[in-house]
């Protein structure tokens, strides 16, 4: 595949299945990560990858932030999110590992390389014929979730990106009008 054709077809897969991506395909997939935009070369970014049981304790820790949010929920809220992330054989947590008070390169622009380097991360994926769908959901931003993950206060959470084998087709990519979306000063 062409890049241009990867960059204007890749398209999420929700529908996810084992195998995981193998070893090989994992460097592959870092190494477009980390060529992501990067101000001031600080790679401000940090992957966990979650696999097998380790999925079961990132679903502990959602379901933990439900419980913290709400003392009473019922077992199905805690079961639902305890089995979030068993949605696909791995999952690649990208968290924005700020440097704060930086003036040349405010927060805002390492979470943006953080984004990007998820976005490397997606067309890899795409690119190697695997399945990759980004999702924050509320747990992105859960203090529970934050915690259980190791961040500083400064850091993000960017993706939960859950990654593994196609377990159907993707959709139709819907086409937009540059045009839409672009002002012209000549
Ligand atoms: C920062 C970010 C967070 C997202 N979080 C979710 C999410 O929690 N759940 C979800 O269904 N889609 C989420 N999405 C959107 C999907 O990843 C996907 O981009 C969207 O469904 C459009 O599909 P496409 O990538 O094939 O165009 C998120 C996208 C971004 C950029």
């Known amino acids: ?4 054709t990867l960059l204007h077809e890749r398209s999420s897969m929700g529908k ?11 460097s592959a997939i870092y190494q477009a990560a980390l060529r992501a935009p990067d101000h001031k070369e600080l790679r401000p970014w940090r992957f966990i990858e979650f696999s097998g049981e380790g ?3 990132l679903g502990e820790l959602f379901a933990e932030a439900e419980f ?3 003392p009473h929920a019922s077992d199905d809220t805690l079961n639902s999110a305890r089995k979030k992330p068993l949605r696909a054989p791995m999952i690649i ?10 003036p040349k390169v405010p927060k805002i622009e390492q979470v943006i390389s953080a984004g990007c380097a998820a976005h490397g991360i997606l067309l890899a994926a795409h690119a190697l014929g695997l399945g990759a769908m980004w999702r924050s959901g509320k747990y992105a931003f859960d203090p529970v979730v934050r915690k259980g993950l190791g961040l ?11 990654l593994g ?3 159907g087709r993707h959709k139709p990519v819907a086409t937009h009008n540059s045009a839409d979306f672009v002002e012209r000063w000549d």
């Open 16 to 26: 996810l299945t084992e195998p995981a991506p193998s070893a090989d395909q994992l």
């Open 68 to 70: 913290q949010e709400d």
């Open 55 to 57: 999925r079961e304790r």
């Open 93 to 102: 947590a990208v968290i924005a590992k700020v440097t704060p008070d930086l």
């Open 152 to 162: 500083d206060e400064d850091d993000e959470v960017v993706a939960f990106i859950y």
């Open 165 to 167: 084998s196609l377990a």
């Open 1 to 4: 595949m062409d890049a241009l």
